[in-house]
């Protein structure tokens, strides 16, 4: 179902980041940068990556949003030029609202409310792409419901009580451009509902304890998961049609690590029937789906110890396989008091990594270990010390800055580890700051006090493993102020209390960073601090 509210929704980004790189990469069309030294003359460093365009460099995305009080729609805009002007205002919106109730039809031709079932609007086309406005709320026992949700086309989707499918919601004749009530948001009675029953083979043999969901070619859930039984069976109830689906085919997430390790398998279909493979071999029946055979089951074991061969209790231990195999298993397990672990698994050749707690205190992550299983032996994982290294921030001219600017450092994710903090300072008054954490790759980010008047900035770092070390100096880029009012749309009242946010795009166009922010005054006017980033021929 598409709800298009009329007015529209807005939001503006820009940025410069500089990234201190092992190695040049690249990130896709462009490459990667820590300076523009490492650019052609043509070329900026910018976002990371070396952009041919100056006209990329001007171009910002803004997120206006008042406060919850105010009643008023949260707006994106896209493609601001500051080129053209660093003055950008804003008008926003008062927020929409609809009620209504869940139903569904019965056999004698009346209809049913739909108690606890999900309503969920997700803008169509937000100007952000990865910031997806989104709206959820649920009915009541009387299947009723209400919303409220800024000027935008969104779509809709209901989300009955398990096992029921999630139901994308017709769209509706004419466009919603004012609040509503007594809406009904009908979806498939339960009787019309496809029901597909199967049973999971891997090799001609059950495979038990495995998560199965039907998707649409886009890999958007058509069903509730089901997790298939010691016979290998699974019952999905999806839209009426059939439609045309693909079964997604992975671990059940809430299985204890010593089950039986379920790998994860690219999609399988399109499937057009209610019967989602071929006929079941003997002593199968129905329908089966075999996802071939799997390497022999088996158990990794070991210790996790610090650099003095003390054993690490509460340690995750992460295990992702490595064989070109066409699925992929990832387990994880943590130790026990003795610093122990056991890790059920399959035969194969996997990569291996021990975190412990981020904790300055504790341990650094083991770093990723290649390992064949079975191997004739435990996998004991050494955790090092953590790395301390000091690094100094300094303006765009080269003078340090002061006290307070916070420092955030995000480690890089491996195959294994999502990227996790280290612990960090604010800089002294001699523009110094301190960092903790595992060696490694770091997103580090400084963001001066509003005061200072300085724009935040993104750099990439090494933390060595040796300590204590000195990490290169961050320069801050010049500012670029960008002022304006938010109002509402009335064009005579003035929002109070509105946080405005400024966004880049990284080359691709896909990802969002926050580059500045601004508050309005009691007139309504922000002023937010951007970097600034020379063009190409400013070099």
């Not at 969901?213 to 069976?233: E, R």
């Not at 000091?390 to 001219?397: H, L, M, Q």
Request: some cysteine.
């Amino acid at each position: 179902m598409n709800l298009r509210a009329v007015g529209g929704v807005g939001l503006a980004t820009a940025v410069g980041v500089a990234c201190a790189l092992r190695e040049p990469r690249v990130s896709g069309n462009a490459m990667a940068c820590s300076s523009s030294a490492q650019c052609s003359s043509e070329s900026v460093c910018f976002l990371g990556d070396c952009r041919a365009s100056s006209s990329q460099l001007a171009i910002v995305q803004a997120e206006v949003r008042a406060p919850a009080s105010e009643q008023l729609g949260t707006v994106q805009r896209s493609n601001l030029d500051l080129r053209v002007s660093p003055i950008v205002d804003f008008d926003l919106h008062p927020l929409l609202s609809a009620a209504g109730t869940v139903v569904r039809p019965l056999a004698d031709g009346g209809t049913d409310t739909v108690a606890d079932a999900g309503v969920v609007l997700t803008e169509l086309s937000p100007p952000i792409p990865d910031r997806v406005p989104s709206v959820a709320t649920k009915t009541d026992t009387a299947g009723a419901f209400s919303l409220s949700f800024a000027e935008a086309t969104w779509n809709v989707v209901v989300v009955p009580p398990p096992p029921e499918p999630p139901v994308r919601v017709a769209a509706p004749t004419s466009p919603i451009t004012a609040s509503a009530t007594g809406l009904q948001v009908a979806i498939p009675a339960s009787s019309d509902l496809t029901r597909v029953s199967g049973t999971l083979l891997a090799g001609g043999t059950a495979l038990a304890g495995a998560r199965v969901t039907a998707t649409d070619a886009s890999g958007s859930p058509l069903s509730i998961a089901a997790t298939t039984d010691p016979q290998g069976a699974f019952t999905l109830a999806l839209p009426p049609g059939p439609p045309e689906y693909f079964l997604q085919i992975g671990p059940d997430p809430t299985a204890a690590s010593g089950t039986p390790a379920v790998p994860a398998f690219p999609p399988r279909g399109p499937f057009f029937t209610a019967a989602p493979g071929l006929a079941c071999p003997a002593p199968f029946s129905g329908s089966c789906v075999d996802v071939g055979s799997l390497p022999d089951p088996a158990t990794l074991t070991g210790t996790v110890l610090d650099a003095r061969q003390h054993p690490i209790a509460g340690a995750t231990v992460l295990a992702l396989s490595m064989d070109p195999a066409g699925w992929i298993l990832s387990r994880q397990t943590t130790t026990d008091a003795s610093g122990a672990y056991t890790l059920a698994v399959r035969t194969g050749f996997y990569t291996v990594e021990a975190v412990p707690s981020s904790d300055p205190a504790q341990p650094a992550v083991s770093g990723e270990v290649p390992w064949p299983i079975p191997s004739g032996g435990p996998l004991n994982l050494i955790c090092p010390d953590k790395s301390h290294a000091i690094g100094v921030v300094t303006r765009a001219d080269g003078l340090r800055v002061g006290s307070a600017h916070q420092v955030t450092a995000t480690r890089f994710p491996d195959r294994l580890v999502a990227g996790r903090r280290a612990s960090t300072t604010s800089t002294d008054g001699s523009g110094t700051f301190t960092i903790v954490g595992d060696a490694g790759q770091y997103r580090l980010e400084i963001v001066p006090p509003v005061a200072s008047g300085l724009p935040r900035t993104i750099v990439a770092v090494e933390l060595p493993a040796s300590s204590p070390s000195t990490l290169p100096t961050v320069q801050l880029p010049a500012p670029l102020v960008v002022v304006g009012t938010v109002k509402k749309s009335n064009g005579t009242e003035v929002v109070v209390g509105a946080a405005v946010d400024f966004f880049a795009l990284d080359a691709r166009g896909a990802r969002s960073t926050l580059i500045g922010s601004g508050l309005t005054d009691s007139q309504g006017h922000y002023r937010a601090v951007l970097p600034d980033v020379p063009s190409p021929t400013g070099q």
